[in-house]
Protein backbone atom coordinates (compact mmCIF):
# COMPACT_ATOMS: atom_id res chain seq x y z
CA UNK A 1 0.00 0.00 0.00
CA UNK A 2 1.14 3.39 -0.92
CA UNK A 3 1.43 5.97 1.96
CA UNK A 4 -1.27 8.86 2.42
CA UNK A 5 1.05 10.79 4.43
CA UNK A 6 4.20 11.70 4.24
CA UNK A 7 6.68 12.22 7.72
CA UNK A 8 9.56 14.62 7.23
CA UNK A 9 12.14 14.84 10.12
CA UNK A 10 15.22 16.47 9.73
CA UNK A 11 17.76 15.46 11.99
CA UNK A 12 21.15 16.48 12.55
CA UNK A 13 22.83 14.22 15.01
CA UNK A 14 19.84 12.13 16.39
CA UNK A 15 20.99 8.69 16.18
CA UNK A 16 19.48 7.98 19.59
CA UNK A 17 16.19 9.45 18.57
CA UNK A 18 15.57 7.66 15.57
CA UNK A 19 14.50 4.21 16.76
CA UNK A 20 11.73 5.94 19.21
CA UNK A 21 10.91 8.51 16.51
CA UNK A 22 9.65 5.38 14.22
CA UNK A 23 7.86 3.64 17.11
CA UNK A 24 6.22 6.92 18.59
CA UNK A 25 4.59 7.37 14.83
CA UNK A 26 4.15 3.32 14.77
CA UNK A 27 1.79 4.03 18.04
CA UNK A 28 0.17 7.53 17.14
CA UNK A 29 -0.35 6.83 13.30
CA UNK A 30 -2.46 3.73 13.24
CA UNK A 31 -5.18 3.53 10.75
CA UNK A 32 -3.24 6.18 8.50
CA UNK A 33 -1.33 4.41 5.73
CA UNK A 34 1.97 6.22 6.73
CA UNK A 35 6.01 6.99 5.60
CA UNK A 36 8.98 8.22 7.50
CA UNK A 37 11.62 10.39 5.96
CA UNK A 38 14.59 10.71 7.85
CA UNK A 39 16.56 13.52 6.07
CA UNK A 40 20.12 13.89 7.68
CA UNK A 41 22.70 16.55 6.65
CA UNK A 42 25.97 13.56 7.04
CA UNK A 43 26.18 13.61 11.13
CA UNK A 44 28.92 12.22 12.63
CA UNK A 45 27.47 10.15 15.23
CA UNK A 46 25.82 8.30 12.52
CA UNK A 47 22.32 9.13 12.08
CA UNK A 48 21.24 8.02 8.63
CA UNK A 49 23.00 4.47 9.31
CA UNK A 50 20.82 4.41 12.12
CA UNK A 51 17.85 5.48 9.96
CA UNK A 52 18.96 2.59 7.42
CA UNK A 53 19.26 -0.16 9.48
CA UNK A 54 15.54 0.59 10.56
CA UNK A 55 14.57 0.83 6.61
CA UNK A 56 16.41 -2.27 5.79
CA UNK A 57 12.93 -3.89 7.70
CA UNK A 58 10.56 -1.34 7.64
CA UNK A 59 9.41 -0.33 4.16
CA UNK A 60 7.75 2.83 5.88
CA UNK A 61 11.48 4.17 6.76
CA UNK A 62 13.38 6.15 4.71
CA UNK A 63 16.07 8.01 4.43
CA UNK A 64 17.78 11.01 2.45
CA UNK A 65 21.37 11.25 3.39
CA UNK A 66 22.92 14.79 2.11
CA UNK A 67 26.38 15.53 1.86
CA UNK A 68 28.04 18.78 1.92
CA UNK A 69 25.60 20.49 3.16
CA UNK A 70 23.53 21.51 6.08
CA UNK A 71 20.06 23.38 7.20
CA UNK A 72 16.78 22.69 8.65
CA UNK A 73 15.06 24.13 5.97
CA UNK A 74 16.55 22.88 3.15
CA UNK A 75 16.45 19.45 4.38
CA UNK A 76 12.52 19.40 5.16
CA UNK A 77 12.01 21.04 1.36
CA UNK A 78 14.14 18.16 -0.41
CA UNK A 79 12.37 15.76 2.25
CA UNK A 80 8.84 16.67 0.91
CA UNK A 81 9.85 17.00 -2.29
CA UNK A 82 10.37 13.29 -2.20
CA UNK A 83 7.10 12.33 -1.42
CA UNK A 84 4.07 10.70 -3.23
CA UNK A 85 1.60 10.93 -0.81
CA UNK A 86 -1.10 13.47 -0.80
CA UNK A 87 0.02 14.81 3.07
CA UNK A 88 2.95 16.06 4.47
CA UNK A 89 3.79 16.58 7.86
CA UNK A 90 7.13 17.92 9.53
CA UNK A 91 8.59 17.20 12.55
CA UNK A 92 11.68 17.79 14.61
CA UNK A 93 13.42 14.43 14.75
CA UNK A 94 14.50 14.88 18.76
CA UNK A 95 10.67 14.25 20.04
CA UNK A 96 10.38 17.66 20.89
CA UNK A 97 6.82 17.80 19.01
CA UNK A 98 3.91 15.99 20.18
CA UNK A 99 3.56 13.12 17.57
CA UNK A 100 0.23 12.17 18.94
CA UNK A 101 -1.30 15.10 17.72
CA UNK A 102 -0.61 14.03 14.03
CA UNK A 103 -4.30 12.43 13.22
CA UNK A 104 -5.78 15.84 14.50
CA UNK A 105 -3.89 17.77 12.33
CA UNK A 106 -4.29 15.24 9.05
CA UNK A 107 -8.22 15.52 10.03
CA UNK A 108 -8.08 19.35 10.03
CA UNK A 109 -6.39 19.35 6.57
CA UNK A 110 -8.55 16.81 5.55
CA UNK A 111 -11.50 18.84 6.35
CA UNK A 112 -9.95 21.96 4.38
CA UNK A 113 -7.68 23.96 6.17
CA UNK A 114 -4.33 24.96 3.85
CA UNK A 115 -2.42 23.38 7.05
CA UNK A 116 -2.34 22.76 10.28
CA UNK A 117 0.29 24.26 12.77
CA UNK A 118 1.44 22.27 15.66
CA UNK A 119 0.79 25.18 18.59
CA UNK A 120 2.91 25.97 21.38
CA UNK A 121 0.73 28.97 22.27
CA UNK A 122 -2.96 28.49 21.97
CA UNK A 123 -5.14 27.07 25.14
CA UNK A 124 -4.24 23.46 25.61
CA UNK A 125 -0.59 24.25 24.14
CA UNK A 126 2.84 24.69 26.11
CA UNK A 127 6.50 25.44 25.46
CA UNK A 128 8.17 24.70 28.89
CA UNK A 129 10.20 22.36 26.90
CA UNK A 130 12.18 25.06 25.86
CA UNK A 131 15.79 24.59 27.60
CA UNK A 132 15.92 27.95 29.32
CA UNK A 133 14.48 31.56 30.48
CA UNK A 134 16.80 33.33 27.51
CA UNK A 135 15.31 30.67 24.61
CA UNK A 136 11.76 32.01 26.31
CA UNK A 137 12.35 35.10 25.82
CA UNK A 138 13.80 34.95 22.50
CA UNK A 139 11.27 32.45 21.57
CA UNK A 140 8.73 35.10 22.11
CA UNK A 141 10.28 38.11 20.35
CA UNK A 142 10.75 36.23 17.06
CA UNK A 143 6.95 35.59 16.97
CA UNK A 144 6.22 38.96 17.37
CA UNK A 145 8.09 39.96 14.46
CA UNK A 146 7.38 36.77 12.68
CA UNK A 147 3.28 37.91 13.14
CA UNK A 148 4.72 41.31 12.02
CA UNK A 149 5.55 40.26 8.82
CA UNK A 150 3.02 37.87 7.96
CA UNK A 151 0.16 39.90 9.44
CA UNK A 152 -1.07 36.59 9.92
CA UNK A 153 -2.43 36.11 13.91
CA UNK A 154 -1.22 32.25 14.17
CA UNK A 155 0.27 32.12 17.49
CA UNK A 156 3.32 30.11 16.86
CA UNK A 157 4.07 30.89 13.22
CA UNK A 158 8.03 29.70 14.60
CA UNK A 159 6.88 26.50 14.89
CA UNK A 160 8.74 23.33 12.79
CA UNK A 161 5.47 21.11 13.26
CA UNK A 162 2.88 21.44 10.70
CA UNK A 163 0.81 19.32 7.66
CA UNK A 164 0.13 20.34 4.66
CA UNK A 165 -1.20 18.49 0.98
CA UNK A 166 1.77 17.92 -0.80
CA UNK A 167 0.81 19.54 -3.97
CA UNK A 168 0.90 22.58 -1.85
CA UNK A 169 4.32 22.18 -0.80
CA UNK A 170 5.46 21.82 -4.42
CA UNK A 171 3.30 24.54 -5.29
CA UNK A 172 4.80 26.75 -2.94
CA UNK A 173 8.36 25.04 -3.50
CA UNK A 174 9.28 27.16 -5.87
CA UNK A 175 9.24 30.36 -3.93
CA UNK A 176 11.15 29.19 -0.43
CA UNK A 177 14.23 30.70 0.87
CA UNK A 178 15.09 27.35 2.30
CA UNK A 179 17.27 29.29 4.19
CA UNK A 180 17.99 28.70 8.02
CA UNK A 181 15.36 27.38 10.82
CA UNK A 182 11.98 28.68 9.97
CA UNK A 183 10.51 26.86 6.77
CA UNK A 184 7.18 26.89 8.05
CA UNK A 185 7.48 30.82 8.01
CA UNK A 186 9.09 30.55 4.75
CA UNK A 187 6.02 28.74 3.17
CA UNK A 188 3.41 31.22 4.81
CA UNK A 189 5.67 33.69 3.05
CA UNK A 190 5.99 32.22 -0.15
CA UNK A 191 2.28 31.87 -0.06
CA UNK A 192 0.29 34.30 -2.67
CA UNK A 193 -2.86 33.91 -1.12
CA UNK A 194 -3.63 34.22 2.68
CA UNK A 195 -3.48 30.86 4.07
CA UNK A 196 -6.06 29.01 6.45
CA UNK A 197 -4.71 27.44 8.63
CA UNK A 198 -5.97 25.67 11.58
CA UNK A 199 -3.84 25.60 14.87
CA UNK A 200 -3.60 22.26 17.02
CA UNK A 201 -2.13 22.61 20.54
CA UNK A 202 0.57 20.53 21.82
CA UNK A 203 2.94 20.69 24.28
CA UNK A 204 6.92 21.03 23.77
CA UNK A 205 9.04 18.29 25.24
CA UNK A 206 11.84 18.75 26.84
CA UNK A 207 14.88 16.77 24.89
CA UNK A 208 15.77 14.07 26.21
CA UNK A 209 18.84 12.56 24.02
CA UNK A 210 20.86 15.06 22.02
CA UNK A 211 21.29 18.68 21.50
CA UNK A 212 20.01 20.84 20.08
CA UNK A 213 21.41 22.84 16.99
CA UNK A 214 20.33 26.63 17.56
CA UNK A 215 22.58 29.53 18.42
CA UNK A 216 23.30 33.07 17.54
CA UNK A 217 24.79 31.84 14.04
CA UNK A 218 20.72 30.37 13.44
CA UNK A 219 19.35 33.22 14.86
CA UNK A 220 21.15 35.67 12.34
CA UNK A 221 19.85 33.50 9.51
CA UNK A 222 16.65 33.95 11.04
CA UNK A 223 16.99 37.77 10.62
CA UNK A 224 18.48 37.12 7.08
CA UNK A 225 14.96 35.55 6.28
CA UNK A 226 12.71 38.41 7.16
CA UNK A 227 15.16 40.79 5.19
CA UNK A 228 15.20 38.45 2.15
CA UNK A 229 11.53 38.86 2.25
CA UNK A 230 11.06 42.50 2.74
CA UNK A 231 13.56 43.23 0.02
CA UNK A 232 10.96 41.06 -2.00
CA UNK A 233 14.15 38.96 -3.36
CA UNK A 234 15.54 41.83 -5.02
CA UNK A 235 18.44 41.80 -3.69
CA UNK A 236 19.76 38.34 -2.96
CA UNK A 237 20.09 37.22 1.05
CA UNK A 238 24.07 36.13 0.26
CA UNK A 239 24.53 39.81 -1.02
CA UNK A 240 22.43 41.28 2.00
CA UNK A 241 25.05 39.17 4.35
CA UNK A 242 28.14 39.66 2.49
CA UNK A 243 27.59 43.74 2.74
CA UNK A 244 26.54 43.42 6.07
CA UNK A 245 29.59 41.43 7.40
CA UNK A 246 31.59 44.05 5.21
CA UNK A 247 30.73 47.10 7.69
CA UNK A 248 31.49 45.15 10.34
CA UNK A 249 34.91 44.86 8.77
CA UNK A 250 34.97 48.50 8.29
CA UNK A 251 34.71 49.07 11.96
CA UNK A 252 37.30 46.53 12.76
CA UNK A 253 39.19 48.53 10.52
CA UNK A 254 39.13 51.22 12.31
CA UNK A 255 39.34 50.17 15.98
CA UNK A 256 42.58 48.52 15.07
CA UNK A 257 43.60 51.60 13.33
CA UNK A 258 43.11 53.35 16.95
CA UNK A 259 44.33 50.98 19.00
CA UNK A 260 47.44 50.71 16.35
CA UNK A 261 48.18 54.35 16.52
CA UNK A 262 47.36 54.63 20.44
CA UNK A 263 50.23 52.40 20.67
CA UNK A 264 52.62 54.65 18.41
CA UNK A 265 52.66 52.98 15.33
CA UNK A 266 52.45 55.07 11.96
CA UNK A 267 49.69 55.60 10.33
CA UNK A 268 50.39 53.88 6.82
CA UNK A 269 51.42 50.87 8.76
CA UNK A 270 48.18 50.99 11.11
CA UNK A 271 46.04 51.13 8.59
CA UNK A 272 47.58 48.24 7.22
CA UNK A 273 47.68 46.50 9.80
CA UNK A 274 43.84 47.29 10.24
CA UNK A 275 42.80 46.45 6.71
CA UNK A 276 44.41 42.83 7.21
CA UNK A 277 42.86 42.13 10.15
CA UNK A 278 39.25 43.32 9.00
CA UNK A 279 39.70 40.92 6.13
CA UNK A 280 40.69 37.68 8.05
CA UNK A 281 37.49 38.59 10.62
CA UNK A 282 35.32 39.57 7.22
CA UNK A 283 36.52 35.89 5.80
CA UNK A 284 35.57 34.08 9.34
CA UNK A 285 32.00 35.74 9.38
CA UNK A 286 31.29 35.09 5.71
CA UNK A 287 32.49 30.84 6.09
CA UNK A 288 30.68 31.09 9.36
CA UNK A 289 27.32 32.97 8.51
CA UNK A 290 27.06 34.25 4.62
CA UNK A 291 28.23 30.62 3.33
CA UNK A 292 27.66 28.68 6.41
CA UNK A 293 25.63 25.91 3.88
CA UNK A 294 28.92 25.70 2.14
CA UNK A 295 31.07 26.90 4.82
CA UNK A 296 35.09 25.27 4.28
CA UNK A 297 36.88 23.60 7.19
CA UNK A 298 40.65 22.68 7.35
CA UNK A 299 42.96 22.81 4.59
CA UNK A 300 40.55 24.17 2.04
CA UNK A 301 39.47 27.01 4.73
CA UNK A 302 43.41 28.05 4.66
CA UNK A 303 43.10 27.64 1.40
CA UNK A 304 40.35 30.04 1.18
CA UNK A 305 41.38 32.73 3.65
CA UNK A 306 44.36 33.31 1.09
CA UNK A 307 42.24 33.34 -1.85
CA UNK A 308 39.85 35.58 -0.09
CA UNK A 309 42.88 38.09 0.68
CA UNK A 310 44.05 38.32 -2.75
CA UNK A 311 40.59 38.70 -4.25
CA UNK A 312 39.62 41.64 -1.47
CA UNK A 313 42.72 43.14 -2.42
CA UNK A 314 41.57 43.46 -6.04
CA UNK A 315 38.65 45.12 -4.78
CA UNK A 316 40.42 47.39 -2.56
CA UNK A 317 42.65 48.43 -6.00
CA UNK A 318 39.36 48.70 -7.72
CA UNK A 319 38.35 50.44 -5.10
CA UNK A 320 41.23 53.27 -5.05
CA UNK A 321 41.22 53.25 -8.60
CA UNK A 322 37.79 53.95 -9.64
CA UNK A 323 37.44 56.33 -6.42
CA UNK A 324 40.46 58.67 -7.75
CA UNK A 325 39.59 58.86 -10.81
CA UNK A 326 35.98 60.03 -10.00
CA UNK A 327 37.28 62.72 -7.71
CA UNK A 328 39.62 63.92 -10.18
CA UNK A 329 37.03 64.54 -12.71
CA UNK A 330 33.98 66.36 -10.29
CA UNK A 331 36.06 66.80 -7.46
CA UNK A 332 33.13 65.62 -4.95
CA UNK A 333 34.65 63.66 -2.20
CA UNK A 334 31.61 61.83 -0.85
CA UNK A 335 30.54 60.44 -3.85
CA UNK A 336 33.53 59.03 -5.36
CA UNK A 337 34.33 57.75 -2.57
CA UNK A 338 31.19 55.76 -2.31
CA UNK A 339 31.21 55.02 -5.85
CA UNK A 340 34.79 53.07 -5.47
CA UNK A 341 33.24 51.31 -2.52
CA UNK A 342 30.37 49.90 -4.06
CA UNK A 343 32.41 48.95 -7.19
CA UNK A 344 34.58 47.10 -4.45
CA UNK A 345 32.04 45.27 -2.70
CA UNK A 346 30.44 43.97 -5.70
CA UNK A 347 33.77 42.75 -7.57
CA UNK A 348 34.46 41.23 -3.83
CA UNK A 349 30.87 39.43 -3.38
CA UNK A 350 30.66 38.38 -7.21
CA UNK A 351 34.39 36.75 -7.58
CA UNK A 352 34.31 35.53 -3.53
CA UNK A 353 31.42 33.28 -4.17
CA UNK A 354 32.62 31.92 -7.28
CA UNK A 355 36.09 31.29 -6.64
CA UNK A 356 36.50 31.32 -2.72
CA UNK A 357 33.14 29.67 -1.86
CA UNK A 358 32.15 28.13 -5.60
CA UNK A 359 28.22 28.68 -5.22
CA UNK A 360 26.54 27.42 -8.03
N1 LIG B 1 19.00 17.76 8.35
C1 LIG B 1 19.21 18.69 9.27
N2 LIG B 1 20.15 19.64 9.03
N3 LIG B 1 18.49 18.69 10.41
C2 LIG B 1 18.74 19.65 11.32
C3 LIG B 1 19.70 20.65 11.13
C4 LIG B 1 20.46 20.63 9.92
O1 LIG B 1 21.32 21.45 9.66
N4 LIG B 1 19.70 21.46 12.23
C5 LIG B 1 18.76 20.97 13.06
N5 LIG B 1 18.19 19.88 12.53
C6 LIG B 1 17.14 19.04 13.10
C7 LIG B 1 17.43 18.56 14.50
O2 LIG B 1 18.15 17.36 14.50
C8 LIG B 1 16.03 18.39 15.07
O3 LIG B 1 15.47 17.16 14.68
C9 LIG B 1 15.26 19.51 14.40
O4 LIG B 1 15.98 19.84 13.22
C10 LIG B 1 15.12 20.74 15.30
O5 LIG B 1 16.39 21.15 15.74
P1 LIG B 1 16.67 21.51 17.28
O6 LIG B 1 18.11 21.89 17.35
O7 LIG B 1 16.17 20.44 18.17
O8 LIG B 1 15.79 22.82 17.38
P2 LIG B 1 15.04 23.46 18.63
O9 LIG B 1 14.55 22.43 19.58
O10 LIG B 1 15.90 24.52 19.17
O11 LIG B 1 13.82 24.20 17.88
C11 LIG B 1 12.82 23.46 17.24
O12 LIG B 1 11.57 23.68 17.81
C12 LIG B 1 11.00 24.94 17.56
C13 LIG B 1 9.67 25.08 18.23
O13 LIG B 1 8.68 24.33 17.62
C14 LIG B 1 12.79 23.71 15.74
O14 LIG B 1 12.00 22.74 15.11
C15 LIG B 1 12.17 24.98 15.39
O15 LIG B 1 11.98 25.04 13.98
C16 LIG B 1 10.85 25.08 16.08
O16 LIG B 1 10.31 26.32 15.83
MN1 LIG C 1 14.68 20.41 19.53
Given amino acids: MTATLTVVVPCYKERDNVAPMVAALDAALTGIAWEVVFVDDDSPDGTAAAARALAQHDA ?18 EGALSSSAD ?47 MRVKLSETGIRVAQMMTR ?25 TGQGFKILLDLILASPQRLNITEIPYKFRPRTAGESKLDVLVLAQFAGLLLDKLLGRSVPLRFISFALVGVFGVLINLVVLQVARGAGVDFTTAQAIGTVVAMVANFQLNNQLTYRAQRLKGAKAWRGLVLFLLVCS ?7 GIARALYAENGHS ?18 SATLVWRVR
Fill in 87 to 133: YVAVIDGDLQHDETRLPLMLAAVRDGADMAVGSRHVAGGDSSGLSSP
Fill in 334 to 351: LLAGAAGAAVGVVWNYAV
Fill in 152 to 176: TSISDPMSGFFLLRREMFEELAGRL
Fill in 60 to 77: RVRCIKRVGRRGLSSAVI
Fill in 314 to 320: LGAYANI
